[in-house]
Nanobody, 123 residues
Framework: QVQLVESGGGLVQAGGSLRLSCAASGRTFSRYAMGWFRQAPGKEREFVAAITGSGGSTIYADSVKGRFTISRDNAKNTVYLQMNSLKPEDTAVYYC????????????????WGQGTQVTVSS
């Protein structure tokens, strides 16, 4: 079992930055690929970024490529999402998720989810 707790969301103006954190319980954090997803009101949950257990490889949705950076600190059992140049269309609840297998861009492949943190970008 892995428990995930996100933090760092908030209200920011367009062009600003936020850093989301996701703290995981357990002693085997490095075995899990980690992903960030988001869900805006009235829309389906969508993939944002993912990182392998070692942190050696990352992948991003086209909509955030070049603006967002996913990273992890396995010593701290934490994964981060640095979000720069934020746009109003980035407004959503952001979720982190853990995948006890290969990393994936599909939410159905993730085994554990956090409760989400709200990010609101004003224009």
């Amino acid at each position: 079992q892995v428990q995930l707790v996100e933090s760092g969301g908030g209200l920011v103006q367009a062009g600003g930055s936020l850093r989301l954190s996701c703290a995981a319980s357990g002693r085997t954090f490095s075995r899990y690929a980690m992903g960030w997803f988001r869900q805006a009101p009235g829309k389906e949950r969508e993939f944002v970024a993912a990182i392998t257990g070692s942190g050696g490889s990352t992948i991003y949705a086209d909509s955030v490529k070049g603006r967002f950076t996913i990273s992890r600190d396995n010593a701290k059992n934490t994964v981060y999402l640095q979000m720069n140049s934020l746009k109003p269309e980035d407004t959503a609840v952001y979720y982190c998720a853990a995948n006890d297998a290969n990393w994936s861009t599909r939410s159905r492949n993730y085994d554990y989810w956090g409760q989400g943190t709200q990010v609101t970008v004003s224009s």
